[in-house]
């Protein structure tokens, strides 16, 4: 049976929801796909669920080749995620609960802990792994800034999978078959996705990969070189300059404290440089100060002086994996006040190596290499520190490395200067190594009858998130354009007459549709006009478009391919023959 839009749940808006800012939120609300339930959680239409449910098959069919499918609860104690100290490290993204008697239940945000758990229940040799399992499940996160519909929301749905093995060389063929099932699955998709070195972020472990996107919706920007380096920037380690020579650095003067009234940011401090000392300088020349708070999961906090070269900026998604599972937090000007050493615009890098002499743990990009002299604040208002030299007038606590990546910066693995672009992960493998088995205690006898503990990795794929890539990669200014092998359904019969042989015609021509195993939407609204009906069929955008109305009156109906927007004319006799050869190629 055909599915009629008389009878069917579902009512297309002619308006974008207000909250909606990109094309694929807008569109996959205003045709009826999916309805917002709360802030970054939504309800799947009948039309919507019918475009999840065929990319969950997808992904099913790919990772049945490697994986065993099980299912948890997405409702869960407290206890595991204590083990791996997460119920805490997870910070507010964690949605908690408590039970009736009090217990503490949280809404799982990823599913390692129990994975890890269920091994450790049924096995106990080495001879039962490797083993890959995996499910299809609802995640919950209560994100900061939940976005853009399906691509950032609270409540979403992941495919995650994770391999148990006896040690890393089993671990590194696991990940490998990850790695090639998950480019079979984009690639099977129809979705582009660059293969970025990632960091493993608040999971802790080693090789880490993400799989990323392009769009410009993204939130996560990558780089590329030409040599096919490719990295999230969260991820690239900048190259450090060669330290200068013991003659150089000799010949670099004494530092001097000068007084630069008024230049309290870099570029009137280079203004003020070029104006007063001479030409030449740039803001390459001068050490920017930025002061965070560093929160602990725990909540404690601290604040941190970071140096990087005046000329870049702190990037933040750098400093947050930098700084992770601890997160960063603005330094207010009452925070300031409070630390009346950091005199706001002429901060230099404190303490020379003594935390102890502000007070304040003091950081430098991996450019401030011993023996570089840069320009600084001398900590007094109106007064800059010239020929300040790294190791000679100031050693600091510690490296980070979150100044932002800039195009032409040099590739990390020197395959050439880099391009930024942005994008949107929607695959994400690591090995995490053994941290979790050892958490929850997950050993296995090897075959000398020792115990050891089992090495995990894990694999995130965001299968709502993908559906809004497609969407949003497939849409034009009438609506939705599905690739054929993700489309709600195959076919969108049209009837634009009022005629009973018009809609004869289309239930025969149905009939003959389903029969050959294509699915249909059959347009039967007596009352509707032609014209919402073609609005309606350009917005929900099923691949291919069957109009049946005045031209069958010569024997002809009209059949158009929704993302060429091409249309022809075929004879009545030829139309079932015609629709599933086009809707099949
Ligand atoms: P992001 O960096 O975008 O926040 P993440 O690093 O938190 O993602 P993982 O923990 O690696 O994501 O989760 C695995 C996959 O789940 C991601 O690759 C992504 O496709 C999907 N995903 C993660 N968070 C969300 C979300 N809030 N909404 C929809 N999908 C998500
Ligand atoms: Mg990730």
Not at 12 to 23: F, G, H, I, Q, Y
Not at 517 to 534: A, I
Request: hydrophobic letters at 40%; one cysteine or more; charged letters at 25%.
């Amino acid at each position: 049976m055909p599915l009629r839009m008389s009878t069917y749940f579902l009512t297309t808006l002619r308006d974008n929801p207000n909250d909606a800012e990109v094309a694929s939120h807008q569109l996959l609300v205003r045709a009826g796909y999916i309805r917002r339930a709360a802030p970054g959680v939504y309800t799947w239409l009948p039309l919507g669920l019918r475009v999840l449910r065929k990319l969950e098959a997808i992904v099913r069919e790919e990772m049945d080749t490697i994986a065993h499918e099980l299912h948890f609860p997405a409702l869960l104690p407290r206890e595991p995620y204590e083990a791996t100290n997460r119920w805490t490290e997870y910070g507010d993204n964690l949605f908690r609960l408590k039970d009736r008697k009090g217990n503490d239940y949280l809404l799982a945000p990823t599913h390692e802990e129990m994975f890890a758990l269920a091994v450790k229940d049924l096995f106990s040799s080495y001879k039962e792994l490797p083993i890959n399992l995996y499910q299809v499940q609802t995640k919950y996160r209560d994100e900061a800034r939940p976005r853009a519909g399906l691509l950032r929301g609270r409540e979403f749905i992941m495919k995650d999978s994770y391999s148990f093995d006896v040690g890393d060389a089993g671990l590194d063929v696991s990940y490998q078959q990850h790695r090639d099932v998950y480019l079979r699955t984009f690639a099977r998709l129809g979705l582009e996705v660059v293969t970025c070195a990632a960091t493993s972020g608040a999971m802790g472990g080693s090789r880490s990969e993400e799989f990323l996107h392009p769009t410009e919706v993204g939130e996560d920007t990558f780089v590329r070189s030409p040599g096919g380096y490719a990295a999230n920037v969260e991820a690239v380690q900048t190259v450090v300059p060669q330290a200068p020579s013991a003659e150089a650095v000799a010949a670099i003067p004494a530092l001097e404290v000068r007084e630069t009234p008024g230049a309290s940011t870099i570029a009137a401090l280079v203004d003020y440089s070029n104006e007063h000392f001479g030409g030449g300088f740039t803001a390459a020349d001068t050490l920017k100060a930025y002061v965070c708070w560093v929160v602990q999961p725990t909540g404690e906090r601290e604040p941190l002086l970071i140096g990087i070269p005046g000329d870049r900026e702190v990037d933040e998604k750098r400093l947050e994996a930098a700084l992770a599972p601890a997160e960063p937090a603005a330094f207010t000007e009452e925070d300031f006040k409070k630390f009346p050493q950091l005199v706001k615009g002429y901060i230099g890098p404190h303490g020379h190596g003594e935390k102890s002499a502000s007070g304040i743990r003091s950081v430098v990009d991996p450019r401030v290499v011993d023996g570089t002299q840069w320009i600084a604040g001398a900590n007094e208002a109106g007064k800059h520190a010239y020929h300040l030299v790294a190791g000679r007038d100031f050693v600091a606590d510690g490296v980070i490395d979150v100044a932002e990546v800039q195009e032409g910066d040099p590739a990390p693995d020197g395959s050439g200067p880099l391009s930024l672009d942005r994008g949107i992960e929607v695959g994400h493998i690591f090995q995490l190594g053994r941290k979790y088995a050892e958490a929850v205690g997950l050993k296995v006898l090897d075959e000398n009858g020792k115990q050891v503990t089992v090495t995990m990795g894990s694999y995130g794929l965001g299968i709502s998130r993908v559906l809004a890539c497609i969407a949003e990669a497939n849409n034009d200014q009438f609506g939705l354009a599905w690739p054929k092998h993700v489309a709600p359904l195959d076919v969108h019969i049209v009837v634009a007459s009022k005629d009973e042989a018009a809609f004869a015609a289309a239930e025969s021509l149905a009939a003959e549709l389903e029969a050959a195993g294509l699915e249909v939407l059959y347009d039967d609204r007596f009352k509707v006009s032609p014209g919402v009906k073609f609005k309606d069929a350009e917005l929900i955008g099923i691949p291919t478009i069957v109009v049946i109305g005045k031209s069958l009156a010569d024997g002809s109906i009209e059949i158009k391919d929704r993302k060429i927007g091409e249309k022809r004319s075929v004879p009545v006799s030829e139309a079932a023959t015609e629709v599933i050869a086009q809707a099949r190629a």
